[in-house]
């Protein structure tokens, strides 16, 4: 019955997870990312089938297996992350007329920022896939 019961709050945490890394693509201090690694985790302990499903997703698969196995994304991705955040930091703080939430804003543009740049870089030459026969890798844990 417990067991049971983690299973279930696991799957809906990972639900809530993934809706949450999609509202996350709109809106700037909403991170995409730590989300949906959340819901890798919590799928990865409950449900092999939704698991397999997001590792596999065509705009998140690749990206989730890379970053998972090799702490990295490609050079293009970094770059349209950095452009596509800091637009909606500008954005937001020009609409915004708070200095205090402009400074929390900064401030988390600023970790995603340095989050961001720490990460490896790879080509596309290097991308691995849990769909790659070829790649032999384990399930990330």
Not at 27 to 41: H, K, R
Not at 125 to 130: D, L, N
Request: aromatic share 10%; hydrophobic share 50%.
């Amino acid at each position: 019955m417990i067991k049971k019961t983690k299973t279930y709050l696991l799957i809906i945490g990972g639900s809530l997870s993934v809706l949450l890394g999609v509202v996350g693509i709109c809106v700037p201090v909403l991170p995409t990312t730590p989300f949906i690694l959340l819901a890798v985790l919590c799928y990865l302990h409950s449900s092999e089938k939704l698991y397999e499903w997001l590792i596999h997703h065509k705009a998140f698969g690749a990206y989730i297996f890379n970053y998972m196995t090799y702490r990295a994304v490609l050079r293009s991705t970094k770059i349209g992350a950095m452009i596509f955040l800091w637009m909606g930091l500008i954005i937001s703080t020009l609409i915004i007329n708070n200095w205090y939430i402009r400074g929390i804003l900064f401030l988390v543009g600023a970790g995603v920022s340095i989050h961001l740049l720490t990460l490896k870089t790879i080509k596309k030459s290097e991308i691995a896939s849990p769909d790659n026969e070829d790649e032999k890798q384990e399930k990330p844990v």
